[in-house]
């Protein structure tokens, strides 16, 4: 056992706590910013996203789905960025996260104006509607574009 540990590298402990303390600050991190993004979310449209989605409200699952998958492409992307350096990393995904927060929900309401869509109908609404496709479209573009740009 002892010639196992020796076999180990110098820097081994310190790089395996480098890399386990990454994981749980941007875990973290992550977690937080969507909790942010679902909170703007659901501040900017009508009605309670929480209850809607609680109710089992499709269309309000699939805004609710589409928003947390924009905003952690933000995110990957940011950590990507970052090259290993933990602390900008930290610091870039957290502004990023921001911005694509604010980006985002700017974004799919100006789209929701522009198509017309009744969110708040539509969200309310018990079976599923083609028009919840077109506002997870733009979530989803939002986040991509949000998360190329930090390149």
Do not use: C
Request: aromatic share 8%; hydrophobic share 60%.
């Amino acid at each position: 056992m002892t010639t196992a540990v020796a076999a180990l590298g110098s820097d081994y402990w310190s790089t395996l706590g480098h890399g386990v303390s990454a994981i749980v600050l941007y875990a973290i991190l992550g977690l937080a910013l969507m909790v942010l993004g679902f909170f703007a979310i659901d501040w900017t449209t009508p009605g309670k996203l929480r209850e809607l989605v609680r109710e089992g409200r499709p269309n309000a699952a699939i805004v609710t789905a589409s928003g947390m998958v924009s905003m952690a492409l933000i995110i990957v992307l940011a950590i990507y960025a970052s090259s290993g350096r933990l602390v900008e990393g930290l610091i870039y995904s957290a502004v990023f996260g921001l911005v694509g927060i604010a980006a985002q929900v700017f974004s799919v309401r100006f789209v929701e104006l522009v198509t017309a869509i009744d969110i708040g109908d539509v969200l309310a609404r018990d079976r599923f509607t083609p028009e919840v496709l077109v506002v997870a479209a733009a979530h989803l573009a939002l986040g991509l574009i949000v998360a190329v740009a930090i390149l």
